[in-house]
C-alpha cells in the first residue's frame, strides 16, 4: 500500500515534533481511501490536555474526537481518520513493541489502520515511516506492513485542507 501525504499535512508533523522535542507527541491522519491506497490531506494534532514524555505520548483523545467529527462534517464527510502518526524524539522512525500493539488494536477498529512516525535525522531534519495493520480475523493477528511513502504538493486550485477543515492545532 502507498501512503501519500500532502505537503502541508508534512509539514504541520515535523513543526510539531519540533515543537515538542525533545519529548514525544502525535496525533491523527485525515484524508481518504482511494482503491489499495490511503492519502493524508491533513493532521490533527496532539490536543491541549496530551501528556507528553521522553519516551511515551498520550492524546487528548476527547479532544481529537472533536476536531475528526468537526473535518468530517465541516468536508461533507471528505476526510476521514485513517490512523495515529506520533514521534521518536530520541530514536528511529521504527515500530516499537507498544507501537505494533497499538496498530494492532486500530487495526481492529477500522481497515488497514495506519500508524506514521517521525524521527529526527540530523539537525532540523525529520523523517517520517508508516505502516498499515492488515484486518485478519479475531484469531489471527497479521504482523504490520511497510508502506510506501509518498509526498505530493496538492495540485494548484485544489484545497488546502489545513486551514479548511477548521482544526485548530493547540499548542
Known amino acids: 500500500m502507498k501512503l501519500w501525504i500532502s505537503r502541508p499535512a508534512l509539514e504541520e508533523i515535523i513543526r510539531l515534533a519540533e515543537q515538542y522535542a525533545p519529548l514525544e507527541t502525535g496525533g491523527v491522519l485525515l484524508g481518504w481511501r482511494k482503491g489499495p491506497d490511503r492519502v493524508v490531506a491533513a493532521v490533527v494534532g496532539p490536543g491541549p490536555l496530551a501528556l ?3 519516551h511515551m505520548f ?11 467529527d468537526q473535518a468530517f462534517a465541516s468536508t461533507g464527510g471528505g476526510l476521514d481518520y485513517l490512523g495515529d502518526w506520533h514521534t521518536h524524539p530520541d530514536g528511529a522512525a521504527e515500530l516499537s513493541a507498544l507501537d505494533r500493539t497499538t496498530l494492532q488494536k486500530l487495526g481492529r477498529r477500522i481497515m488497514d489502520a495506519v500508524m506514521a512516525i517521525a524521527a529526527p535525522t ?10 498499515r495493520q492488515p484486518r485478519g480475523k479475531w484469531w489471527d493477528r497479521p504482523a504490520a506492513e511497510d508502506c510506501d511513502l509518498v509526498i505530493f504538493d496538492p495540485a494548484p486550485g ?3 485542507w489545513m486551514p479548511m477543515i477548521g482544526v485548530s492545532n493547540i499548542e
Open 58 to 68: 498520550l492524546p487528548d483523545h476527547a479532544w481529537q474526537l472533536t476536531q475528526i
Open 158 to 160: 485544489s484545497p488546502d
Open 122 to 131: 540530523g539537525e532540523q531534519s525529520w523523517t517520517l515511516a508508516a505502516w
Open 52 to 54: 507528553h514524555g521522553r
